[in-house]
């Protein structure tokens, strides 16, 4: 097999093997058996704006009033319109923003004003393509919000018409610019934990806000919600409020816990391991708690086959969701190669080797004679070596990287980390996990075409 990371695990040992990490390389290591313990602080520098950029939000809920907050924090960048299909929240936006801010139901007057640059798209999940794609043809940049689309057979679209229109697109996995992502991305390279064979993610939840029971006004009605509108590409229904603020535990507005929380899995370990996703999907679980009349589970598990490619070994990946998880409410992504294994999240990576000594070595067979001691003929296994990096306590996170990325890109021309063709490379397995889980199947898929595949 070939050996991807063999050159680079080289520097790798070379250079954590001075310092701090050389306490348990040393001679002294079979003295105290224990592992090293080496920390270092992730920075990120951030430049000044050389232009202003005009945004705006369209969808502001939860997600896209913290999207635009976040990016106002970043010079240069002014809000000047809102769009919403419910009155209420448009009130909210100019109270929280400014009275002078321009807003409208309608996304279509957003994207035909002159002053607008650039917009945010948080709108619910089967929304994302079509104003995605309308806003580049207008000639708008767009930061649209995971999963890039609602459906496996939309992505291509919004592929070609950020290919037709040039138009920065974003798509937003916000883990992908994080410092955490950042050096999980090099250490692997470097070949810190040999060759990688295996990763999981969980992602655990226990509060009704976290399992998607999203208050409801008290004043909502057909009066101040655009009904129609939410409903006219997918089934139609009488007003259901419950449906509109709660849309995510719908399959005609959402995209379930794979399309909301899998995806953010995947984008970081595509990241990280440069790879363009797997070939084999299969899920299972169930609904166990919140039986509020939601189409989708609760708990969701996910196995997926990644083969050998260019940029990586044949790897395993097992991903869970728990939004009934009483002892918890944490996410965190493990890469484990042959030779250690990284915790990774946005702001920092825990780094563990595993070090194994031959029954013949000199240093291991003069310890055993000094304690008196038979030599075992068997090989010895030390407690792992363990590296933390971790992000500054200034850092102002993987969110904020996100869109200083996007920005950056519209100034200079640059390229973002999470363009159309990565956004569905993402999305793609997510889409397909919960084709799986309700089809009860697996599902074959080809990462490199980006198509659906017979197994």
């Known amino acids: 097999m070939k050996n991807f990371y063999q050159s680079s695990r080289r520097n790798f040992i070379k250079k954590f093997s001075t310092g701090t990490a050389a306490v348990a390389m040393g001679s002294n290591i079979f003295a105290s058996e224990r592992s090293a313990n080496y920390f270092e602080y992730l920075k990120r520098?951030?430049?000044?704006?050389?232009?202003?950029?005009?945004?705006?939000?369209?969808?502001?809920?939860?997600?896209?009033?913290?999207?635009?907050?976040?990016?106002?924090k970043i010079p240069g960048v002014k809000l000047v319109a809102i769009c919403d299909l419910y009155d209420g929240r448009l009130k909210e936006a100019q109270t929280r923003w400014g009275a002078d801010l321009f807003t409208t139901r309608s996304y279509k007057e957003i994207l035909n004003r002159k002053d607008?640059?650039?917009?945010?798209?948080a709108t619910p999940d089967h929304w994302h393509q079509q104003i995605s794609i309308d806003a580049m043809k207008a000639g708008k940049h767009a930061y649209c919000e995971k999963p890039m689309v609602h459906d496996i057979t939309e992505g291509p679209a919004v592929i070609k018409a950020q290919k037709e229109t040039g138009k920065v697109f974003q798509v937003g996995s916000q883990g992908v610019s994080s410092?955490?992502?950042?050096?999980?991305?090099?250490?692997?390279?470097d070949g810190a934990i040999g060759q990688l064979n295996y990763a999981e993610g969980f992602w655990a939840r226990h509060s009704p806000t976290g399992a998607w029971q999203y208050p409801i006004p008290k004043d909502a009605s057909p009066q101040n919600v655009d009904w129609e509108t939410f409903v006219s590409n997918t089934t139609k229904r009488p007003f259901d409020a419950t449906r509109f603020f709660r849309w995510r535990n719908y399959r005609d507005y959402g995209t379930g816990m794979s399309g909301d929380l899998f995806v953010h899995l995947f984008s970081s370990l595509h990241f990280i391991t440069n790879s363009l996703g797997p070939n084999k999907i299969y899920a299972s679980g169930g609904l166990r708690y919140w039986k509020d009349g939601r189409e989708v589970p609760d708990v969701l598990l996910g196995t997926f086959d990644y083969p050998q490619s260019q940029q990586h070994p044949p790897f395993n990946l097992s991903l869970r969701c728990n939004f009934v998880d009483g002892t918890s409410g944490t996410t965190y992504l493990k890469l484990v190669g042959s030779e250690g294994s990284m915790d990774v999240t946005w702001d920092s990576v825990t780094l563990k080797r595993n070090k194994t000594i031959e029954s013949d070595d000199p240093f291991y067979i003069e310890q055993m004679k000094r304690a008196g001691t038979p030599v075992s003929s068997r090989k010895k296994i030390l407690p792992p070596e363990?590296?933390?990096?971790?992000?500054?306590?200034?850092?102002?996170?993987?969110?904020?990287?996100h869109f200083v990325n996007f920005f950056n890109a519209i100034r200079s021309g640059g390229k973002v980390t999470e363009d159309a063709v990565f956004g569905y490379?993402?999305?793609?397995?997510?889409?397909?996990?919960?084709?799986?889980?309700?089809?009860?199947?697996?599902?074959?898929?080809?990462?490199?075409?980006?198509?659906?595949?017979k197994i």
């Open 386 to 401: 363990e590296y933390t990096f971790a992000a500054e306590k200034d850092y102002l996170g993987g969110p904020y990287d």
């Open 116 to 121: 607008v640059d650039a917009v945010i798209i």
């Open 179 to 189: 410092l955490g992502n950042e050096k999980a991305k090099q250490l692997l390279k």
């Open 45 to 72: 520098y951030q430049g000044s704006a050389n232009d202003n950029i005009n945004i705006a939000l369209i969808g502001a809920g939860g997600m896209g009033t913290q999207d635009t907050n976040t990016a106002l």
């Open 425 to 453: 490379r993402a999305a793609a397995p997510a889409l397909l996990c919960n084709d799986s889980y309700n089809r009860n199947t697996a599902i074959g898929w080809n990462p490199d075409k980006m198509q659906l595949v």
